[in-house]
């Protein structure tokens, strides 16, 4: 396993954990040098919170740890391509890299709808996605289509049996 990968099952276990209590499974995790420094979890439908992404979540805490916003010489490994809104977390605390599994084709930033970390911001992170694509794309898939299946499930037990014919 290289160190990505292994970064990036510690962000999937942070996954599995928002999943655990019905949130959509991204997770995440900060690193300086080989210690992860901070985790964070999608808590979004818990917290009723649109900016609990497991990313800022995740910079809030290491913001906190080192004792400052700027969190130099730290990586990123998250689930899911970033948001627009975490890919400006990402640069203006200035996260050094980026490491995602998922591309996210709706609102990623780094590369599926657009690319941030390209623009003439003043702060540019390396970015490697598709690590551990397969398993992060596969936590996403399986849970929205869970929940697919329980809400169609819901619409059919709601309607009433029609009349017995006599």
Request: proline share 8%; with cysteine; glycine share 8%.
């Given at each position: 396993m290289t160190r990505d990968e292994r970064f990036m099952a510690a962000a999937i276990e942070q996954a599995k954990r928002a999943a655990s209590?019905?949130?959509?499974?991204?997770?995440?995790?900060?690193?300086r040098g080989?210690?992860?420094?901070?985790?964070g979890s999608n808590t979004r439908e818990s917290e009723k919170?649109?900016?609990?992404?497991?990313?800022l979540i995740a910079i809030d805490r290491a913001c906190r740890a080192l004792g400052g916003w700027r969190l130099i010489g730290c990586?990123?490994?998250?689930?899911?391509?970033?948001?627009?809104?975490?890919a400006g977390g990402i640069i203006?605390?200035?996260?050094?890299?980026?490491?995602?599994?998922a591309p996210d084709p709706k609102a990623g930033c780094a590369q599926s709808v657009c690319?941030?970390?390209?623009?003439?911001f003043n702060h540019f992170p390396?970015?490697?996605?598709?690590?551990?694509?397969?398993?992060c794309a596969a936590l996403l898939s399986n849970f929205?289509?869970?929940?697919?299946?329980?809400?169609?499930?819901?619409?059919?037990?709601?309607?009433?049996?029609?009349?017995?014919?006599?």
């Open positions: 209590i019905g949130e959509a499974p991204i997770g995440a995790v900060i690193v080989e210690e992860i420094i901070a985790v919170n649109a900016l609990h992404h497991a990313e990586e990123l490994f998250v689930t899911l391509e970033p948001c627009p809104m975490c203006n605390s200035r996260i050094e890299r980026v490491v995602y599994g690319n941030l970390f390209a623009m003439p390396e970015v490697v996605g598709g690590v551990l694509q397969e398993e929205f289509g869970e929940l697919r299946r329980k809400k169609k499930a819901a619409r059919a037990q709601s309607k009433t049996p029609p009349p017995e014919q006599e």
